[in-house]
DNA sequence: TATATATTTAGACAATTATCTAAATATTGA
DNA sequence: TCAATATTTAGATAATTGTCTAAATATATA
């Protein structure tokens, strides 16, 4: 979940899953939708699989990129979890004053 | 847009977002529950406030900070006009091969 | 007014990121 | 097998980011 946040902060990178939005596209394709070298888009386009909401699959010469809908609805379902009808989820009261801080952010249990 | 995605991609923010989800909070109340000094989390709170998803005010000695739901349901609709209800949103048509790229990614325009 | 509390700002530093060029790999087809 | 095309990998570099400590600012209260 977290990679899928960090490979949305880039706005390359949502314009790319915009255009899969609409097809499956090669590599080629997408990247001459930008001014970037390819390899940048190389770049990109390996950021968006390592987070899952992309997958590849060689083709002959080519490589088509596919948008992967379920990981891009999970962080959808973040969203809504949280805007959504009103339920109230509690999160984990402040630490007590000797052990200084809270037990969260640990980088490891997904926020 | 680009300023709300860039902060979300950060967990310790996203949580701080959790917290304001069930209340506003103070500063140093947000601070209790992480691991961090209170300058990295002032300095979180003003990357979220920089991107419009949160608020303060300042109530005597404390400054007091709420969620701006209406930014992140902005957000919220960038997924769902991703992931909605079938819709076809054409994207740019490639760029001539003379003019080497496209022209999106000007950085200037919401994506 | 002096001191304590709450919070931010400033400045430094290491880690991460986005980009580039050059080179490597994979596939096709003459 | 060789040359062309598609794409990635490697390595470099500048910019951005997340964190810290120390200092500054704002408010409350004795």
Redesign the interface.
């Known amino acids: 979940m ?1 990679e899928s ?2 490979a ?2 880039d ?2 990178r ?2 790319i ?3 899969l ?2 097809k499956d596209r090669t590599a080629g ?1 997408i ?6 070298t390819k390899p940048s888009i190389s770049h990109h386009l390996s950021a968006l699989k390592h987070a899952g909401l992309v997958q590849d699959e060689r083709k002959g010469q080519f490589i088509v990129y596919s948008l992967n ?1 379920t990981v ?2 999970e ?2 379902g ?3 979890e ?2 959504g009808a009103g339920n ?5 009261p ?2 007590a004053k000797d052990q ?6 640990s ?1 490891k249990e997904e ?1």
Do not use: C, H
């Not at 990247?31 to 970037?36: I, L, P, S």
């Not at 109230?88 to 984990?92: D, I, L, Q």
């Not at 200084?100 to 952010?105: D, V």
């Open positions: 977290n946040f960090k949305l902060a706005p390359t949502r314009q899953i915009r255009l939005r609409e394709e990247a001459d939708y930008f001014r970037m809908t891009l609805e962080v959808l973040w969203f809504l949280l805007t109230s989820n509690e999160a984990e402040p630490a200084p801080r809270g037990k969260l952010q980088d926020i």
